[in-house]
């Protein structure tokens, strides 16, 4: 089956070509800059990919079985789909593999569907290293028919590719993982401060923190940030922001309290006020250092 692929920026490049890389039959990408989607179909052929660009969203969906898109935010991935209607049809199959709202995700699964095409919600967890090397972390809304039909392409891009239920699902669980991220990045800030202000540096910090039950993942991968005060972006300050805004429209919506996320609202508040934006997430720490009084 042709395999096409909408968004080529800080994960879906590599996304992409690792599905070229692996892939046994022709590839097609396309993106809002056409050089990126020039540049990706090149790099593609130099692995040996039967690959080729498209000028845009319509013409690449009318050439792939496959279509896979990495876009932004939510107005991004319903302007995609509502865009290639036109070439969706029974056989057809759509991943979306952006994250959004998951109520946005389910009205593009009901029209997309409504084609005769089929739907399926597939966002990542983990960061662009793990792009490159096809460790992504995936998480699969969509009937368990169409998510053991696409698990080999998914495969391609993840290590570990879960089924969470039907389409919304795995959005559902990708805020929930991103929101937890952000409150063991807020725990981080806060103590790590509390350390510094103390005379305690943040390689000390890390270190100390590992030779107890504190260490995780978002510490490990910022340290060398938080040492040099630093923040060159692997996922930046704004598309974090956005799944903190979508984490509370959901709580809303489920009618829970989220007093945790509520705080680190405070914080990314304060971080887009200070035009951190395209800086690295882990830049939050200056917003909070802001709130501090620093």
């Known amino acids: 089956m042709k395999i096409g692929f909408i968004g080529l920026g800080i994960m879906g490049m590599p996304m992409f070509l690792n599905i070229a890389k692996k892939h046994d039959d022709a590839v097609f990408c396309t993106d809002i ?67 959004i709202d998951p109520a946005v995700s389910q009205e593009i699964a009901g029209f997309v569907k409504e084609t005769g095409a089929e739907f399926a919600d597939a966002p990542v967890v983990k960061s662009r290293a793990a792009a490159e090397a096809g460790n992504l972390g995936i998480y699969v809304g969509a009937s368990e028919k169409l998510y053991e039909r696409i698990l080999p392409v998914l495969s391609y891009m993840g290590s570990t590719v879960l089924y969470l239920g039907p389409n919304g699902s795995g959005l559902v669980m990708k805020i929930c993982h991103n929101a937890l991220v952000s409150q063991i990045q807020n725990g981080v800030n806060e103590t790590s401060e509390l350390a510094r202000r103390n005379g305690i540096d943040a390689r000390t910090y890390v270190q100390a923190i590992a030779a107890g039950g504190g260490q995780n993942a978002y510490l490990d991968n910022h340290v060398n940030m938080l040492a040099e005060n630093e923040f060159p972006a692997s996922f930046t300050l704004q598309n974090a922001a956005k799944d903190v805004r979508i984490c509370m429209e959901l709580a809303k919506r489920t009618g829970i309290l989220m007093p945790g996320e509520e705080n680190v609202t405070r914080v990314y508040d304060k971080a887009l006020e200070m035009g951190l934006q395209k800086e690295d997430w882990g830049a939050t720490v200056k917003a909070y250092r802001e709130l501090c009084g620093e």
């Open 33 to 99: 800059v056409q050089e990126n989607a020039e540049k990706a179909a090149e790099e593609a052929r130099h692995l040996g990919a039967d690959a080729s660009f498209c000028p845009d969203n319509l013409s690449l969906a009318k050439n792939a079985d496959i279509i896979i898109s990495m876009v932004p935010k939510s107005e991004d991935s319903k302007k995609v789909y509502l865009g290639i209607l036109p070439a969706l049809k029974s056989g057809k199959i759509c991943i979306d593999m952006s994250t």
